[in-house]
């Protein structure tokens, strides 16, 4: 064996990687720079305008991806619906809306809201568990829920068409309820999605959101809203972030940065 000749392979070998490491060292700290001296550009712009972030910065790294919601045909699982939802006389209002009328009117304590109705979806609903508590309307006697997809509201612009509604007698109790139900498909893979500073920075930079000085920015909560409707039944929703500014709404697209021009 010829050991010089291996010799000189292991130190080439030795150099080429010392060389490749060292690039991605020198990368990494590069990013690390730009970040860093973004991060203080747009500390200094919150500073300057006086603008007050309400919510606490998550550090865990989120990840998503457009998703489809089909609307789920209820027909073929009425009989299983009657025989497996208790206290209750369900129908179907079309094929894809299921109502329901309780035997007795439902107890649900509005101090306790969010409990009360998670604790009702649980008992009642077909997979109640899947609904999350968007709106309580005392005055016009109903409650909204959204479904969700692996913890976030699939959720409208509008705010109005939700996927379950609570329907309350004079007494403030739950007596019925309407239901729509999505089929839920992750479309491609999952990407690192924007976090809720990145989004902030976005808006204080949009010339056409025009966020002022002396201005709070209360929340930022992820959710997948309508991006496309195909049909009535079949609709594509993306990650984005609501962002509250002053009270008012303003939606980001959480994979592409992009402000929706669409008010709630």
Do not use: C
């Not at 976030?152 to 403030?172: A, C, F, K, P, T």
């Not at 000085?213 to 809203?225: C, E, L, P, R």
């Not at 984005?240 to 940065?257: K, Q, S």
């Amino acid at each position: 064996m010829d050991w010089s000749r291996t010799k000189t392979i292991f130190i080439v070998t030795f150099m080429l990687l010392n060389i490749f490491l060292g690039y991605q060292l020198a990368e990494k700290q590069r990013h690390g720079d730009i970040n860093e001296i973004e991060q203080m550009t747009l500390d200094s712009q919150i500073e300057e305008q006086r603008i007050t972030i309400e919510f606490e910065e998550t550090e865990e790294e989120l990840t998503g991806a457009p998703i489809t919601g089909v609307q789920r045909s209820f027909e073929d699982d009425i009989t299983f619906l009657e025989q497996t939802l208790e206290r209750q006389q369900i129908e179907l209002i079309d094929s894809t809306t299921l109502y329901s009328e309780l035997d007795s009117p439902y107890n649900f304590s509005p101090a306790n809201l969010s409990a009360s109705t998670e604790a009702f979806m649980q008992q009642y609903v077909f997979r109640g568990e899947e609904y999350q508590l968007a709106a309580y309307d005392e005055e016009e006697g109903l409650i909204g829920l959204y479904q969700t997809f692996e913890g976030s509201m699939i959720d409208q612009y509008e705010r109005d068409s939700y996927h379950v509604v609570l329907e309350l007698n004079d007494s403030g109790q739950i007596v019925s309820y309407t239901q729509r139900y999505l089929t839920i498909v992750e479309q491609g893979a999952e990407e690192e999605l924007l976090t809720p500073m990145q989004v902030v920075e976005r808006l204080i930079n949009d010339p056409q959101v025009g966020i002022g000085t002396d201005s709070t920015i209360s929340s930022a909560t992820i959710g997948y809203y309508n991006l496309m409707e195909v049909d009535a039944n079949f609709q594509i929703y993306a990650p984005v972030w609501r962002v509250i500014v002053d009270d008012e709404p303003f939606f980001v697209n959480a994979l592409t940065g992009e402000v929706q021009n669409i008010t709630s």
